[in-house]
């Protein structure tokens, strides 16, 4: 099955401790990105990539780092996740760079304390 | 740079009623429009889009919207709506710019079904 998954689903974690949020599609997709949801707010773009060990930052990329070593795996890393940052993120990935349909994973809570 | 606006934040519809979600965009050029749902606890799946061609588009789950470049508007229809679309809409904007896209969402408008 085509998909988009993110891991994990759901995590409380404290000021300061590093965290990754690991997303992979099996769909030979090149275009890949992170958002972040925030109510009020819509999603606002935080990474893309554009294929592999190609990225670049989008509109709130502060506090964030990403990679892309493989076609398939791009995670989001926080490095000293502050309060500000809990949210709810989506991975989201399509064929080319060109404006197209993205598939979007399930989401991933994130509750910093 | 793109932008979209959907004015109505939150709206409540009675089963079997027509709907109708408002989406206005900015951008200098044809834009790629986009209308997405996202059910409770799940992620954003498209509904339909624009690239070009017809301006009326239909898609999934019996929702069209139709572009209208004179008035910058994307609106989703739907004639008759049943509870299972009770959920959150966006409208989104896409555009090519330096070899990517660059999708602007805009802030959703949260679709209550009552019976």
């Known amino acids: 099955e085509a998909q988009v998954t993110q891991n994990p689903r759901y995590l409380i974690t404290v000021t300061g401790k590093k965290l990754t949020v690991t997303c992979s599609q099996n769909?030979?997709?090149?275009?890949m990105s992170w958002y972040r949801q925030d109510p009020g707010l819509g999603l606002r773009q935080i990474y893309y990539?554009?294929?592999?060990?190609?990225?670049d930052k989008g509109d709130v990329p502060e506090g964030y780092k990403v990679s892309r070593k493989e076609k398939r795996n791009f995670p989001l890393i926080l490095e000293s996740p502050s309060p500000n940052q809990t949210s709810l993120y989506f991975c989201?990935?399509?064929?080319?760079?060109?404006?197209?349909?993205?598939?979007f994973g399930p989401g991933t809570r994130l509750l910093v304390l | 740079a793109q932008s979209v606006t959907q004015p109505d934040i939150h709206i409540t519809v009675s089963e079997g009623a027509s709907l109708e979600l408002r989406c206005n965009y900015s951008?200098?050029?044809?834009?790629?429009l986009f209308w997405y749902v996202q059910s409770p606890g799940q992620g954003l799946q498209l509904l339909l889009k624009?690239?070009?061609?017809?301006?009326l588009v239909q898609g999934i789950k019996g929702f069209e919207a139709e572009f209208k470049r004179s008035q910058s508007s994307f609106n989703l229809r739907k004639p008759s709506v049943h509870w299972s679309d009770a959920a959150e809409y966006f409208c989104?904007?896409?555009?090519?710019?330096?070899?990517?896209?660059?999708?602007?969402f805009g802030i959703g408008t949260k679709l209550q079904v009552i019976p």
């Open positions: 624009y690239f070009s061609g017809d301006t």
């Open positions: 951008y200098g050029a044809t834009p790629y």
């Open positions: 990539s554009m294929n592999v060990e190609v990225t």
């Open positions: 769909m030979n997709h090149e275009y």
């Open positions: 989104a904007v896409g555009a090519y710019s330096g070899g990517y896209q660059k999708v602007t």
């Open positions: 989201a990935s399509s064929f080319s760079g060109q404006p197209e349909t993205q598939y």
